[in-house]
């Protein structure tokens, strides 16, 4: 155990876990929101993001973007991640609604129980992450290295990059967005109906298969604005099988903060990427993903709902 | 003649083996208050469930403005005019009153997901509407506090916000399920008041109560069902002094004299 280790980059290990917690949380959001209207985990999900990942670099390719972030002008950059996240949040929400559309809406149409629901999850996942496997050869890509990362300013020992910048502002702007949304707006009322009794909320004359759809859709954006952020970090890998990690980690996050709960997919998100990273520091880089769901487990023993508790009816998004 | 608003047309409705409504027959006109009542078990919620959506006859239909009920889903059930109220009450408990009412009133709304994400001004206007209606809708039942959470409200008051929220959707017909359950002597003259007031701003009303006394005192015409069929209707004073149905109440052979 590395004390003396954990300390020294202290700054940089909770930086570093902000940063990818933050993208944990965007993609928590995803689980969070089917979970809280209709009460199912979308295992599905983590392929949502992974499909993001590929239209993203798939899109860069076909257009010839090739980077050496060195050099690349401003200009260059923000075009390609404009091109990116709309290729990225297009793909991963075309993907969601799909899912919702081919695997959900059917079972939901006869009343099938939660078993069936959680089978057809994971099958989903299966069939998209192995479709993908086939068609790029099981072979990792590497992404177009869009940004050197770089300090841009610096307070005291905490050195700031670029990327933490934007991964971390991003996901706080989505975030906001998000909670407004559902705080304030009639679809937003209508999904918090649904999540809170949709039977009343039929006869109330909510369209509850609009509120489904639209929380998938949701969900897929976000997916998709979090694959273009993991583009955008230096480990930028498409693989398919990325999603599994990611879409666990993601889940346990939301799970962390309290499942259907908007606010808590953000603050499990950035305590697990924090957790994580520290365990980097205290026992090496082998110990990460251990600690991060030990960390699930014993949370889990003392707050049994997660840290805010489970509601997105209560939207406290 | 008396236009009709809902026809109940021989319905039928088995679960498995249980017959719950056996040939239902009866239909409410518009602008009347009209009492559907029984004793326990009667059928009377089950029947009120086949009038808005939630079950579907097993045989016969149920047409509301000459239209067919039966396979629509529920929120364009909703959306042709029909509300209801429930037994239990079922408000969303984590939303404030207000919201819990604009909830109601965004069934009607015109515009769709894509002009409110742009925020085009007529989604604005109707936003706005939402709201004023939402607030008149509260001052019409009596409720002074649109900010606090529903289930903070006292239990009258829940009551109520059910029937301001119902009423939100714009009714041609609202369907209060006992909605006196609970209530003191003081409240059920306020209710009753409240439910004339429904009907005078051009709303017929379905009652279903227990409470004699209100009943008696509010409706116009009466059906009466035991048993799962009907076997009484007519006006309160009628209904009254029909042996069948005082032999329903008191448990008395309808043969016995």
Redesign the interface.
Same mark, same amino acid.
Do not use: C, I
């Given at each position: 155990m590395d004390v003396a280790g954990l300390l020294r980059d202290f700054p940089e290990l909770t930086l570093t876990g902000l940063e990818q917690g933050a993208i944990y949380a965007l993609v928590a959001l995803g689980y969070t929101l089917v979970y809280g209207v209709l009460k199912l985990i979308n295992f599905a999900h983590s392929e949502v993001f992974m499909i993001g990942s590929f239209a993203a670099l798939w899109t860069w390719q076909g257009l010839g973007f090739v980077y050496d972030a060195e050099a690349a002008p401003l200009g260059s950059f923000l075009l390609a991640v404009l091109v990116g996240v709309i290729a990225a949040a297009g793909a991963s929400a075309l993907t969601a609604v799909t899912i919702e559309r081919v695997a959900y809406r059917p079972l939901r149409k006869r009343n099938a129980p939660p078993l069936a629901f959680l089978i057809t999850a994971i099958g989903a996942s299966f069939v998209l992450a192995e479709g993908i496997g086939v068609y790029t050869h099981r072979a990792p890509y590497g992404m177009p290295r869009l940004l050197q990362p770089e300090v841009v300013f610096q307070l005291g020992g905490w050195k700031f990059t670029n990327t933490q910048l934007i991964v971390i502002t991003v996901t706080l702007l989505a975030m906001v967005a998000l909670d407004q949304f559902v705080s304030r707006? *009639?679809?937003g *009322?209508?999904i *918090?109906?649904v999540a809170?009794?949709p039977?009343?909320?039929?006869?109330?004359?909510?369209?509850?298969d !609009?509120v489904i759809f639209?929380v998938f859709l949701i969900g897929g954006l976000m997916a998709g604005v979090a694959a273009l952020l993991w583009n955008i970090l230096p480990i930028g890998v498409a693989k398919f099988n990325m999603g599994f990690l990611i879409g666990l980690k993601a889940f346990a996050a939301a799970v962390l903060g309290g499942i259907g709960n908007l606010r808590g997919a953000l603050l499990g998100g950035l305590l697990l990427g924090v957790a994580e990273n520290y365990a980097v520091g205290l026992f090496g880089t082998d110990w990460k993903d251990f600690v991060g769901f030990v960390l699930l487990v014993v949370l889990l023993m003392f707050r049994p709902t997660g840290l805010l508790g489970e509601?997105l009816? !209560?939207?406290r998004a | 003649m008396r236009e009709a608003l809902l026809e109940v047309d021989n319905v039928t409705l088995r679960f498995g083996g249980v017959v719950a409504l056996n040939q239902v027959d009866f239909t409410l006109y518009k602008g009347e208050i009209l009492g559907l009542i029984g004793p326990n078990g009667a059928g009377k919620t089950t029947c009120f469930n086949a009038m #808005?959506g939630?079950y579907r006859p097993t045989e016969g239909e149920i047409r509301f403005g000459g239209q067919r009920i039966s396979g629509k &889903?529920?929120?364009q059930i #909703?959306?042709m005019g029909i509300? &209801?109220t %429930?037994q239990n009450i079922?408000? %969303?408990?984590?939303?404030s009153a207000l919201?819990n009412v604009?909830? @109601?009133a965004? =069934? /009607? /709304?015109r515009t769709g =997901?894509l002009s409110?994400m742009l925020r085009l001004p007529r989604h604005w206007k109707e936003?706005r509407s @939402?709201r004023d209606r939402a607030h008149d809708l509260l001052r019409f039942v009596g409720i002074s506090r649109p900010g606090e959470q529903a289930r903070n409200l006292s239990y009258g008051e829940q009551r109520r916000l059910e029937i301001a &929220? =119902?009423l939100a959707?714009n009714p041609q017909l609202l369907c209060l399920d006992e909605p006196a359950a609970g209530f003191n002597p003081a409240e059920k003259d306020a209710l009753n008041q409240l439910i004339r007031k429904v009907r005078d701003s051009g709303v017929t009303v379905l009652l279903i109560e227990h409470d004699m006394r209100l009943v008696m005192g509010v409706t116009d015409r009466i059906v009466v069902l035991e048993f799962g069929k009907k076997i009484a209707e007519g006006t309160p004073a009628e209904v009254r002094e029909n042996p069948a149905v005082i032999a329903a109440y008191l448990g008395v052979p309808t043969d016995a004299s």
């Open positions: 707006s *009639r679809l *009322r209508g *918090r109906a809170q009794d039977d009343t909320s039929a006869l109330m004359g909510v369209n509850k !609009r639209l509601s009816g !209560r939207a | #808005t939630v &889903r529920r929120y #909703t959306k509300a &209801r %429930f079922r408000l %969303f408990p984590e939303m919201e604009m909830v @109601g965004d =069934a /009607h /709304h =997901a409110a936003e @939402g &929220r =119902a959707t």
